[in-house]
């Protein structure tokens, strides 16, 4: 693998006079955070830092009336109801909630989570003869089936209803179901359009104990839930979002849901000092590792159970299935990257070998490091399922439907996809992308940069910083961490860690202030590192050996140019 691509640093414009004494009363530092978040007044900050769970009517949805009434009824006529989800932890935890919600409400339910290398990704034929057998009468999808025209027809045709909870984007047609929720609808009036999955598991089930209340029942205390598959999906970490996962963090460091408490314990993290990016770095890839390399069925027990002895045997086993992840990622990884050609606009790479569940994580990592759409697939007998990651110049999922007459299936959002097609297709998918890619991107243009929040002398970074960060959380998707840059950084001291040693600790100083510091993915630096550097980083706790240090975990780093 060659060097990273060098990135772009863009510093954001300083905070003009009249907007910081707008936002008088909060810190130099933190009035030019809010000002790079689009945030100009004391009402609108403190809209943001100190929000509650103030939700929007979830009635105003298009077809919730419709979809509750449908539920209520078939729990009236104890028709047995299958909850359809995902096995992303969105889907999973979006599972879990309502399922939950409806056995509180009496229904007669079957919770059902797709096996990804059997199934695939979404409604499935399989999957509906399955629950048919099981006389399920009613399909409620979460998470899914927006794109699934033909599945869900066939459900229709066996005589089953079906509602439709799905929060990613329409394709020409719609399914002719009974009812769908989705924000992407035309006509439909819910103001928040970036909910999650889960998001909308949620608002269902918080209709439903509008219609029907239970006394004691609060829809809030499945917030854990749908925090956990907010941040877990990247969806916009601003509006209905932000504040879900603000109120939902608070629950989950409650402890009361055993299984989650037991997987944080699992993982390392005090449960006091949970934040959301605990959530994407810690939790999320162990619930996921479930569906990745076992069952996401396994996921599903850990969320829903209330048996303490059990939820430890499934947390350690999704600890270790975790490991076996990273392991196996890495070496895939290694295989794509020799199979890509880094002069295309688009990479592809395709083996039988390929685990069906880590593709998507493989491109991921391709993306981030030559900065490139990348396809990765994993082919069988007579189709290939293929995940996608691009950029932020580059709509994945409008291309491919632009290639959709090739396709069995495919969905997605701008940054993410994926889909099924037959092999003898699929060298026309490679070019047809090609061609479109080239066409719409230029390859001196698309370089990769990183937005940043201050340019700041190391030694005047406040000591109290990490409490005015705190008050931004949760951080995540169009709320990003806090980004700084310093410039002729004396270094001190430096190593390379980690396994294979590609990660690098270092002392740096400015003046008579000195940080530790962390650089992952940089231990090329190692055999060149300047006395003086360039660093741009954020700033977080390091808990060790039950102390907490400051440290700046560092992203990039420049040699220093003196002469600029």
Same mark, same amino acid.
């Given at each position: ?10 510093? #954001? /414009? ?52 419709? #979809? ?10 104890? *028709? ?13 935890? #979006? ?26 990704? %979404? ?39 079906? !509602? ?42 918080? =209709? ?14 499945? $917030? ?23 109120? %939902? ?35 999320? &890839? ?13 996921? $599903? ?31 895939? /990884? ?15 790479? /395709?083996? *039988? ?27 069988? *007998? ?47 998918? !490679?070019?047809?992308? /090609?061609?479109? =890619?080239?066409?719409?991107?230029? &390859? ?5 940069? !990183? ?17 005015? $960060? ?6 995540? #998707? *169009? ?48 055999? %060149? ?36």
């Amino acid at each position: 693998m060659h060097l990273p691509i060098e990135k772009v640093w863009i510093v #954001a /414009q300083p905070i003009p006079n009249e907007k910081k004494k707008a936002l008088n009363g909060y810190s130099e530092v933190l009035q030019q955070i809010l000002y790079n978040r689009g945030i100009n007044s004391i009402e609108s900050a403190k809209s943001f830092l100190d929000n509650e769970t103030d939700f929007h009517d979830p009635f105003l949805f298009l077809n919730m009336e419709l #979809a509750v009434n449908k539920i209520l009824d078939a729990i009236k006529g104890n *028709e047995k109801i299958a909850v359809f989800g995902d096995y992303d932890v969105d889907g999973i935890s #979006a599972t879990a909630l309502l399922s939950q919600v409806l056995l509180i409400l009496g229904a007669d339910i079957e919770p059902y989570i797709p096996e990804r290398s059997k199934e695939g990704y %979404g409604v499935n034929t399989y999957a509906i003869e399955t629950l048919h057998q099981k006389n399920v009468k009613l399909i409620v999808t979460v998470d899914c089936g927006i794109r699934s025209i033909n599945e869900l027809d066939y459900a229709k045709n066996l005589g089953m209803s079906v !509602i439709v909870t799905d929060h990613h984007t329409t394709g020409d047609q719609i399914p002719e179901v009974d009812a769908i929720i989705c924000q992407h609808l035309e006509n439909d009036l819910y103001p928040d359009k970036n909910l999650s999955g889960v998001g909308l598991a949620f608002k269902l089930s918080q =209709a439903l104990l509008i219609k029907n209340p239970i006394e004691g029942v609060d829809i809030n205390d499945w $917030l854990d839930l749908a925090a956990l598959g907010t941040v877990a999906d990247v969806v916009p970490l601003i509006g209905e979002n932000r504040k879900i996962v603000k109120a %939902g963090i608070k629950k989950i460091r409650l402890g009361k849901r055993i299984g989650l408490r037991s997987l944080v314990n699992c993982s390392g993290i005090h449960l006091g000092n949970l934040v959301a990016a605990d959530i994407s770095f810690a939790i999320a &890839p162990r619930l996921n590792a479930a569906g990745r390399l076992a069952s996401p069925k396994l996921a $599903l027990e850990l969320l829903m159970t209330s048996d303490s002895d059990r939820a430890g045997v499934i947390s350690q086993e999704l600890d270790d299935l975790n490991r076996q992840r990273q392991k196996l990622t890495q070496e895939l /990884q290694k295989k794509a990257d020799e199979m890509i050609d880094p002069n295309e606009m688009i990479l592809f790479a /395709q083996n *039988e070998d390929f685990e069906a569940g880590l593709v998507g994580l493989v491109a991921s990592k391709l993306t981030e490091f030559y900065y490139r759409p990348t396809v990765i697939g994993h082919v069988e *007998e007579n189709t290939t399922r293929a995940s996608c990651r691009s950029i932020p110049e580059f709509h994945i999922t409008q291309a491919l439907d632009q290639c959709g007459d090739l396709l069995m299936q495919h969905g997605g959002h701008a940054m993410a996809a994926g889909f099924t097609i037959t092999n003898e297709n699929l060298p026309e998918l !490679i070019n047809r992308l /090609q061609k479109i =890619a080239r066409d719409s991107l230029d &390859p001196e243009e698309i370089k990769p940069s !990183i937005q940043v929040d201050l340019d700041i002398p190391l030694k005047k970074i406040p000591k109290e910083i990490l409490k005015e $960060l705190d008050r931004l959380e949760p951080i995540g #998707a *169009e709320n990003p961490g806090v980004v700084f840059i310093s410039r002729n950084v004396q270094v001190v001291r430096y190593r390379t860690v980690g396994r294979d040693k590609s990660h690098l600790k270092l002392s740096l100083k400015d003046g008579s202030v000195i940080y530790d510091a962390i650089a992952f993915n940089q231990g090329h630096w190692e055999k %060149g590192m300047p006395n003086a550097i360039d660093v741009l980083y954020s700033i977080e706790r390091n808990f060790f050996n039950g102390n907490i240090f400051t440290q700046l975990n560092i992203r990039d780093i420049k040699a220093t140019n003196l002469l600029n």
